[in-house]
């Protein structure tokens, strides 16, 4: 089957780094997506990768190593705007998204 | 980046009433588009794949005579949630994407209470 794994949730303080982790197990691969998500809002596109090594973006960067089957999203200067869930899709060989679960991340000042 | 909008934001409706969400590609076609449910503090779950001109190709588990989903242009597709109950309450959410391997842009997402 199909499956994303990632995180329940996190804690980081403002100002400091963390690192959101994603494994994958997918029938294909055509890329992995990077979601930031506020409560009672629709999700929102931070990042994009579909080959290994790391993307960076202001504050924010994604990796991805598809031998692992594994990303992570890198959130550096936390603010507390920062605060959302955290959703990292994989599009499969169908060009399905698979959807893990989210990460809230909560950012104490 | 891409606009989609979806409308309306908010419904509250009777039991047993229709109610129709409308997702709209506000300046791109979209070859595809995605309508997703969302319970409070769980991930998006897919419901249904809509392609321009045919049929949407639903998730298991998802009642297709329940949820009618309309995709009659490339820049427009419809939910309707049909004879509604309380159960149905939720967050809906729907995504269009241009092509495959781009990433999808999604509505502001609809609030559905049915009292």
């Known amino acids: 089957g199909q499956n994303i794994d990632q995180p329940t949730e996190m804690t980081a303080t403002e100002g400091a780094i963390v690192q959101i982790n994603c494994t994958y197990q997918?029938?294909?691969?055509?890329?992995l997506f990077w979601y930031q998500q506020h409560a009672g809002e629709a999700p929102t596109f931070l990042s994009y990768n579909v080959l290994d090594g790391l993307e960076e973006k202001g504050r924010f960067s994604s990796f991805l190593s598809r031998s692992k089957g594994y990303s992570y999203l890198l959130l550096k200067e936390l603010q507390m705007k920062d605060s959302a869930s955290y959703l990292c899709a994989v599009m499969d060989s169908n060009y399905q998204l698979i959807w893990g679960a989210g990460t809230k991340l909560i950012i104490k000042p | 980046g891409a606009v989609v909008s979806q409308h309306p934001s908010r419904v509250i409706c009777k039991s047993g009433t229709s109610v129709k969400i409308e997702c709209r590609s506000l300046?791109?076609?979209?070859?595809?588009m995605f309508w997703y449910r969302q319970f409070p503090k769980q991930s998006l779950m897919l419901m249904a794949t809509s392609n321009e001109g045919s049929k949407a190709t639903y998730e298991q588990g998802v009642e297709k005579d329940k949820f009618l989903i309309n995709h009659a242009s490339l820049t427009l597709s419809t939910l309707t949630v049909t004879s509604a109950h309380p159960e149905d309450s939720s967050f809906y959410i729907c995504?269009?994407?241009?092509?495959?391997?781009?990433?999808?842009?999604f509505g502001q997402g609809t609030r559905l209470t049915v009292v």
């Open positions: 995504s269009a994407i241009r092509d495959r391997n781009t990433e999808a842009f």
């Open positions: 300046d791109f076609q979209a070859t595809t």
């Open positions: 997918t029938s294909g691969f055509n890329g």
